[in-house]
């Protein structure tokens, strides 16, 4: 029961910041497919950055842990740019420039990674080796039965994470850039009329989303793969717009969406191995989270109202 | 961006002219702004291979040596130009059949990410029934192409089910889709087909493959892919179906404006319906060209990259069959090549794909390239106008008309754009009424 809560939650949360740097960009009036490649360049750019700073100023690639989640987020971020130049100073279909740019992503962070290691450490490798980062146990609290699993074993990141959704959902909800970033995609007119620039809003919350999904595919790199390779791209960034529509574009439900991703996953993997099924079986139970969504969807996705002016080009003159 | 075009047209110098007219006119358009996208991607990635300290020209030399399109100066034996074509054309098939696939659920606004997992289950339907039985080659080569579309075809029409009933985004059923299916036949794979050497399912008998691996000919060892002549008439059909036939105009009406279709009678649900059942299909002889014709066996756990290449190539193609035909070839071109190239030429092959990641993103700003390329020939215009005639009143009266000229270039570009882009929220609320509609009369 520890760990299905334990790695539930060290999935769902990486998840949960992914998803929210979706809601930013898609509550604006951009579809951001782009999440997947945002997440991995952003990884790519601060294990990149980890592993330079260690081996030219000797220091061991552990103890940079927040050196990489700041890097990752300034990856993200900048990577981020190229989509919302393309959405909206070029026009371009937005489903189409993400997937571009999920292409794009992983050509260039496979390239990079395996030239880098050719070049600046002499391997053939396509890794950039980073280890799990280390845990901890809050001590009192872990005591309580159940709920004391979600204090156990906890990994700096998933505070880190906690920190910046709260400030996420503050600044969404509670303060004047969000209210207009929310207008943004549902109304863009009305913003235009209260004379402020539609496109630098938006650019801004695609910005923001580059930035949370590069701390999201960090995480993901420092916790369940502990290198940065081709298999970050795993289809986080796919799971996180999953999460997204299903918690029907608003942060809290996403977090619950995030969450049964999370425990579903980790159940399915402890449910197989409780039963003592030979290792193929581990398969079956990995469809779980997806099965999962496919049928709450098909109770839910009938009340699920997108923002209204999502995926559509802004135009001044239209009415 | 105005002050780019500012100084332009001060000085609107003979390159920019010349370049404005290389790129023809409406017409033209359609095959000049993907060219040009190409070009700036070859440039984009010359600067790429020169910072890492290699020669630009000579690996794009290779790359072509490498996919027999030009000759290599050294053949291992049984070999030449000729079977390194046929070899790129066998990988070729199930990348066009894959981006015909795309190209037909987004002329209906649907966009079919999960090409990958219909090719992956119609491939092992094909590869359970047929690939390890003793039928015949006649009889069995059609009938897994049979097994293909079929299955791609209920794969697809219950994605675009799910749509039109239950109003899930395709994106998203694609993709958890996409997973299960992964998931689910690696068990079976690994439990009942698996092969202990090369941990892949075992090999599929020859007289179901689709492709005649080593046909001895001339002197010559060469591939002889089935598919690939059926894909090009594949791509021919779904041209003249989507460009001549009722079916067709529908499809790319529902894409188009939901909403305007349905008051034209046209039957929304039915037709998102169709439409994914046409893309499945393909979807699905991609499947079985690929599992069953460019390899022979499948490989748990992993979904190939075709289906997600797919949709680049049918965006390079300006989602037009014959388009397709044209940019699958170059794309696969880039990808069978790199191999030779990182031999050859030191340049890792990694750099294929960020070639080919590079043609779409520029591809991606064919828009924004039209719309300059119109915006500068006005300026041109104006410019020679204004040089031809000295008399101020004419000349304000000139800038006036071009600059209302302009503004309707402007607003037609854009609306355009609208049209392409398809509204999701009303195709989605149409459907939602729709069914309302339904329940009611129910």
């Known amino acids: 029961m520890d760990t299905i809560i334990i790695d539930g939650l060290s999935f769902a949360l990486p998840l949960f910041i992914i998803a929210i740097g979706g809601i930013y960009s898609e509550k604006s009036g951009i579809t951001n497919l782009a999440l997947e490649g945002l997440q991995g360049f952003g990884a790519f750019v601060g294990a990149l950055a980890v592993v330079l700073i260690s081996k030219f100023a000797n220091v061991e690639v552990q103890s940079l842990f927040y050196v990489a989640l700041l890097f990752s987020i300034v990856g993200g971020m900048v990577y981020s740019m190229l989509h919302a130049l393309l959405c909206i100073k070029f026009k371009a279909n937005q489903v189409i420039s993400g997937v571009v740019i999920n292409i794009l992503a992983t050509a260039l962070t496979v390239f990079l990674t395996t030239q880098v290691n050719s070049m600046v450490f002499g391997a053939v490798s396509d890794k950039f080796i980073l280890g799990v980062s280390s845990r901890f146990t809050i001590p009192g609290l872990s005591s309580i039965p159940v709920i004391g699993a979600m204090f156990k074993d906890i990994y700096p990141f998933e505070i880190v994470i906690i920190v910046i959704a709260c400030i996420a959902w503050y600044v969404l909800y509670k303060t004047k850039y969000g209210l207009r970033l929310r207008a943004c995609g549902d109304n863009p007119h009305s913003v235009d009329a209260a004379g402020i620039e539609v496109s630098n809003i938006r650019f801004k919350a695609v910005m923001v989303s580059g930035a949370l999904s590069g701390l999201g595919g960090m995480c993901f790199a420092y916790s369940i793969s502990a290198n940065f390779s081709p298999s970050i791209y795993m289809g986080y960034g796919y799971l996180a717009i999953a999460a997204l529509i299903f918690g029907n574009w608003r942060i809290l439900p996403t977090l619950g969406a995030c969450l049964l991703f999370g425990f579903a996953k980790s159940g399915g993997y402890e449910l197989g191995q409780m039963l003592a099924l030979p290792s193929t079986f581990t398969d079956l139970f990995m469809i779980l989270p997806y099965v999962l969504t496919l049928l709450l969807l098909i109770f839910f996705s009938k009340s699920n109202r997108a923002p209204r002016a999502l995926g559509e080009i802004y135009d001044k003159g239209k009415r | ?442």
């Open chain 2, 1 to 442: 961006m105005s002050k780019t075009n500012h100084t332009k047209q001060k000085n609107p110098n003979i390159i920019y002219r010349a370049f404005l007219k290389c790129m023809g006119n409406e017409k033209w358009q359609p095959i000049s702004i993907p060219l040009f996208s190409i070009l700036l991607s070859l440039i984009a990635a010359s600067i790429i291979i020169l910072l890492i300290g290699k020669n630009p020209l000579q690996a794009f030399y290779n790359l072509l040596q490498g996919a027999g399109v030009l000759p290599k100066p050294v053949y291992a034996g049984y070999k030449n130009m000729f079977t390194d074509f046929l070899t790129m054309l066998n990988a070729m098939t199930p990348m066009l059949f894959a981006a015909l696939a795309v190209a037909v659920a987004l002329k209906a606004g649907l966009f079919n990410i999960g090409v990958s997992g219909q090719m992956l289950l119609a491939g092992y339907m094909a590869t359970i029934l047929l690939g390890y039985s003793d039928l015949n080659g006649v009889i069995a080569k059609p009938l897994v192409l049979i097994i293909g579309i079929v299955v791609g075809a209920i794969y697809g029409g219950i994605v675009g089910w799910l749509k039109y009933k239950f109003n899930i985004n395709e994106v998203v059923s694609t993709i958890m889709f996409n997973y299960i299916v992964q998931y689910v036949l690696s068990f079976f794979i690994n439990s009942y087909y698996i092969d202990p050497v090369s941990r892949q399912s075992k090999y599929i008998k020859d007289s179901a493959r689709l492709t005649f691996m080593n046909v001895e000919f001339a002197g010559l060892k060469m591939d002889l892919s089935i598919g690939i002549i059926l894909a090009l008439i594949t791509a021919f059909i779904i041209k003249f179906i989507v460009d001549k036939t009722r079916i067709g105009y529908e499809i790319k009406a529902v894409g188009v404006n939901p909403k305007a279709a349905k008051y034209a009678g046209i039957n929304v649900g039915k037709n998102i319906v169709l439409a994914m059942v046409i893309s499945g299909a393909l979807a699905g002889l991609a499947g079985v060209t690929y599992y069953l014709g460019y390899f022979a066996s499948i490989q748990p756990k992993v979904l190939s990259s075709v289906g997600f290449d797919a949709i680049a190539v049918s965006l390079l193609g300006n989602g037009n069959p014959i388009g397709i035909i044209f940019s699958s070839f170059l794309i696969t071109v880039i990808d069978k090549g790199s191999t030779y190239m990182s031999s050859t030429a030191g340049v890792r092959q990694e750099i294929a794909s960020v070639i080919t990641g590079l043609i779409l993103l520029f591809s991606a700003c064919g828009t924004f390239i039209k719309y300059k390329i119109e915006r500068g020939k006005e300026k041109c215009f104006e410019a020679s106008k204004i040089n031809s005639h000295e008399d101020s009143t004419v000349n304000s009266t000139n800038v006036e008309d071009t600059e209302n000229l302009k503004k309707a270039v402007e607003k037609d570009s854009l609306l355009r754009e609208m049209d392409g882009n398809g509204s999701k929220e009303t195709k989605e609320s149409i459907l939602k009424e729709e069914n309302e509609r339904k329940e009611g009369e129910e």
